[in-house]
């Protein structure tokens, strides 16, 4: 039977969701804490990859298991839940069919990044970047505005990404008001690895005047990685919701 996993973690002593040899990752302790917890060999696999220092309030993982009879999945969540390290918190189990994949199976992505300013948070110092200077929010709404649609992020992914192309269709992309300064939120069918810190961190150019909404625009176009930004610290950046098509994820009662 297949199961999807909904859950948060907070990514700051982790390297990243993919498994690692010799270091620790978020998926090698949702492995670990399910084996244990199912007395059986479990290997689970994530909406998608996020890397070292990133959060997230919304990660789904689906795993393949046979629960014993006397395990509830309200039981089975419960023991997870107290198996778990404190940063990683298991927020709903569910059985979905064999042919559903917690990756391929999404339709959409969503990725929240904090700034704070003008004033430092110590309680957040390791979940949002601290500017010393308010950006021009609405030069960064106009440039972000151009990448609504469909384009090639060439110039906003890391060099050998792995993929076999770079396009991923926006939904939305803009900066909005948030409790200490602004977040950015940006919402998409996919994305390519690096893109959003890249994204960030060039839209943050714009704010400071080191570009303008134009620039970034043809900065789009060009698919020229080295004529980008330099990529917004991980600390920022929160997976914040994962959505599927009708059917897969049941409402809640």
């Known amino acids: 039977m297949r199961y999807f996993l909904h859950f948060a973690y907070d990514g700051t002593r982790y390297h990243g969701w993919q498994v690692q040899p010799n270091t620790l990752t978020v998926q ?66 569910h059985p979905v069919a064999d042919t559903d994949h917690a990756r391929f199976s999404a339709e959409e992505r969503t990725y929240d990044y904090f700034v704070l300013t003008p004033s430092p948070d110590p309680f957040r110092r390791d979940h949002a970047l601290h500017l010393d200077r308010t950006p021009d929010v609405a030069a960064m709404n106009e440039a972000a505005a ?45 994305f390519v690895r690096g893109m959003v810190r890249l994204v960030v961190g060039t ?22 990685r080295v004529d980008a930004g330099g990529a917004a610290p991980a600390r920022g950046l929160f997976l914040s919701k994962v959505e599927y098509g009708p059917g897969i994820v049941p409402s809640i009662q």
Not at 148 to 165: C, L, N, W, Y
Not at 175 to 180: C, D, I, K, Q, R
Not at 210 to 222: D, R, S
């Open 146 to 190: 151009c990448m609504i649609g469909q384009f090639d992020f060439t110039s906003f992914s890391k060099v050998k990404g792995g993929v076999d192309h770079y396009v991923c269709y926006l939904y939305e992309a803009g900066w909005h008001p948030a409790p200490g300064g602004l977040v950015f939120r940006i919402r998409a069918n996919r």
């Open 28 to 93: 090698a302790e949702v492995d670990r804490c399910l084996s244990q917890v199912l007395r059986q060999s479990i290997h689970s696999l994530g909406s998608g990859r996020t890397d070292t220092g990133v959060h997230a309030s919304h990660q789904v993982a689906h795993f393949d298991a046979e629960l014993p009879e006397a395990l509830t999945l309200d039981l089975l969540l419960y023991r997870l839940r107290r198996a778990l390290p404190s940063d990683i918190a298991a927020l709903r189990l």
């Open 203 to 224: 839209l943050l150019d714009v704010g400071r005047g080191k570009m303008t909404p134009k620039q970034f625009q043809e900065l789009l176009w060009a698919q020229r």
